[in-house]
């Protein structure tokens, strides 16, 4: 289920060759407010899914009517994120070294 206010999706089963520029014409004509393409922090390779977040709910909806359709040659896999993009973001809070949060 749709998160309420949601407008950010998960694109998963992607090609290790995708870029933003593939993403952003897989969903032409729809208004995106932002994408990441996830990569491994240490090696920099792509990891095969990435977060596209759009200006509204209603382009959300649009773009998950395109679940299922090829992105070179590879049918995307599309979920709801349960994120509402980069505001829903909260900063990391430190740790102590037992993983338990500083006071």
């Known amino acids: 289920p749709k998160p309420k206010g949601s407008t950010t999706m998960y694109v998963g089963n992607l090609s290790f060759e995708v870029s933003e520029h593939d993403l952003r014409g897989a969903f032409d004509g729809l208004p995106i407010a932002g994408m990441r393409i996830a990569a491994d922090k240490e090696t920099g390779r792509p990891k095969g899914f990435a ?11 649009c773009a998950m009517k395109r679940n299922g359709e090829a992105l070179l040659g590879r049918e995307m896999v599309m979920h709801y994120s349960t994120t509402t993009g980069p505001s829903a973001k909260s900063p990391k809070q430190p740790a ?6 500083v006071a």
């Open 51 to 61: 977060f596209v977040e759009f200006d509204t709910e209603d382009a959300l909806e």
């Open 96 to 101: 102590a070294r037992d993983g338990s949060p």
